[in-house]
T-cell receptor, first 115, second 114 residues
Framework: SQKIEQNSEALNIQEGKTATLTCNYTNYSPAYLQWYRQDPGRGPVFLLLIRENEKEKRKERLKVTFDTTLKQSLFHITASQPADSATYLCALDPSDSGGYNKLIFGAGTRLAVHP | KAGVTQTPRYLIKTRGQQVTLSCSPISGHRSVSWYQQTPGQGLQFLFEYFSETQRNKGNFPGRFSGRQFSNSRSEMNVSTLELGDSALYLC?????????????FGSGTRLTVV
């Protein structure tokens, strides 16, 4: 069956450290994968999109990798801050061409950054 | 520029009633998608509209419907409400689907069915 999985347990890290979140998928061949941040009671906020032909993408303190062989994406936040505390969601379009215009979301990983 | 606006923010309805939720996308965005978010199922795709046409639909019963107007504003309707329909309903807009700018979500409508 098709699945997209993220660590269900919360990730607790110390301020200043690098947070690494994992997204694994099964029986999909996505053309791209997206990462979103969601705060309680708010809608998700888009962070990064990485395409299947891109191994790595960076934006300020954020870095995303995409390994289509392992069927895995890693999301890194370097020099983490308490303000980075939120739930992080990965999402993919189930079409191998990215043309379905719908997203399948993982359950999200809650990140808590402690001072 | 203004973000995605969803109204109302909160709604309480009784089982069996129907409800209409509204979404105004970012100006110039022609694609509007709807998602349901619950603690148990997470974010689930409902449907997507582009230029007033439904392009894709998720696995929800026919009680869930939607439409898009010529100004790209969208509404979704849920008829014969059930307790399990209690959820955060999110609307997302984009220019024409996925891009390096992703989708922009609204803050959602919190629907409680009692």
């Amino acid at each position: 069956s098709q699945k997209i999985e993220q660590n269900s347990e919360a990730l607790n890290i110390q301020e200043g450290k690098t947070a690494t979140l994992t997204c694994n998928y099964t029986n999909y061949s996505p053309a791209y994968l997206q990462w979103y941040r969601q705060d309680p009671g708010r809608g998700p906020v888009f962070l990064l999109l990485i395409r299947e032909n891109e191994k790595e993408k960076r934006k300020e303190r954020l870095k995303v990798t995409f390994d289509t062989t392992l069927k895995q994406s890693l999301f890194h936040i370097t020099a983490s801050q308490p303000a980075d505390s939120a739930t992080y969601l990965c999402a993919l379009d189930p079409s191998d061409s990215g043309g379905y215009n719908k997203l399948i979301f993982g359950a999200g990983t809650r990140l808590a950054v402690h001072p | 520029k203004a973000g995605v606006t969803q109204t109302p923010r909160y709604l309480i309805k009784t089982r069996g009633q129907q409800v209409t939720l509204s979404c105004s996308p970012i100006s110039g965005h022609r694609s509007v998608s709807w998602y349901q978010q619950t603690p148990g199922q997470g974010l689930q795709f409902l449907f997507e509209y582009f230029s007033e046409t439904q392009r894709n639909k998720g696995n929800f019963p026919g009680r869930f419907s939607g439409r898009q107007f010529s100004n790209s504003r969208s509404e979704m309707n849920v008829s014969t409400l059930e307790l399990g329909d209690s959820a955060l309903y999110l609307c997302a807009s984009s220019l024409a689907g996925a891009s390096d700018y992703g989708y922009t979500f609204g803050s959602g409508t919190r629907l409680t069915v009692v």
